[in-house]
């Protein structure tokens, strides 16, 4: 399971599962995860969950700018297309600080193996 | 011109064994070279004895036909793929006799040089890279891993590939692919060029746009050339094994 972790002064306050195909964040009340603070954009990033073509079992976490004001980053860096999301980013929706978490991502292996065919 | 050939291996800073296996030779009358990386994996010490198995195999094969200058290109690709085929049984043989070897795999990079054209084949992600005397180096094989098909078909940036965490996923290779069709390039070397390759450790702990000045700042022989460049990935706290074989000119 993947989840955004809202930070602020490095506590997490709040955690949104990201459960759906596509996860909406923004600052309007129609999206998956409502940030109602002056630095979202009404609708500012988009987070789709895809299904990895390669390797079975593992989903992508990617992460779209939808044109926001202020911007989205990934461990500062403001990103201009859409970016994959690895366990432990930091993300960043206006000035407001996320922890992206992939629990399935630690499981695996840290050392070379060859696809089973 | 009279090629010269080296290599140099090493466990590196993090594991306990080193499970690459090298290989270079030159023909006596320096016309032809053939240098071999191999990076293995897979149980324990198992990944040690695949590549090691794949590089006698095709040192076996090929070696004997180093002086034959006269291999056209298409005898040339034939050659290396029986080579390959014979290692790819011989790893099976081992994984037949011993159960625990089940697991063992291996990559391969070979080049076949004759003068200054160079034939590569390979399989899994052990590289060749051109080494120009001036100007960025060139790689010359596409790895086989998950992470490269992901960079091929857009879903990741070459930038994002080394943060990807299963970027060690490999698709093919010696001992559990039961397709081991290489995947053959060629190319033509230019005065002053020198030919790398090397496992993925030299890849991870050293950015290649530095290794021509690595090589280059070296002014001995070629054998302290690669010996340079392996230290610095070892400054750098390799994490893997680090193997460099080079070819030149």
Known sequence: ?117 | MALSATGVTDTGTKRATNQDAIACRVSDDGEAALAIVADGMGGYEGGGIASQLAVDALLEVLEPALVNSALDAVSVEELIQQAIDRASDSIARAQNRDSSLSKMGTTVVLAWVLGHRVHVAHLGDSRCYRVPGSGPVELKTRDDTVVQNMVDDGSITAAEAPRVPFRNVLTRALGSSSDVTASFGYFELAPGDCLLLCSDGLTDAVPDSEWRDLLNDSPGSLEARARNLLEQSLDNQAADNVSIVLVQG
């Open chain 1, 1 to 117: 399971m993947a989840a955004l972790s809202q930070l602020v002064d490095n506590v997490v306050v709040h955690t949104f599962e990201l459960t759906g195909p596509q996860t909406r964040v923004g600052r309007h009340p129609d999206n998956d995860i409502c940030i109602d603070e002056l630095s979202v954009s009404s609708r500012h990033a988009l987070i789709e969950a895809v299904v990895n073509s390669y390797l079975n079992d593992t989903v992508d976490y990617y992460i779209n700018d939808r044109d926001s004001t202020n911007g989205t980053f990934i461990n500062d860096v403001r990103i201009q297309d859409r970016q994959r999301l690895n366990s432990h980013d930091l993300v960043r929706i206006g000035w407001n600080l996320f922890r992206f978490v992939d629990e399935d991502e630690s499981s695996l292996e840290k050392t070379a193996y060859i696809l089973e065919e």
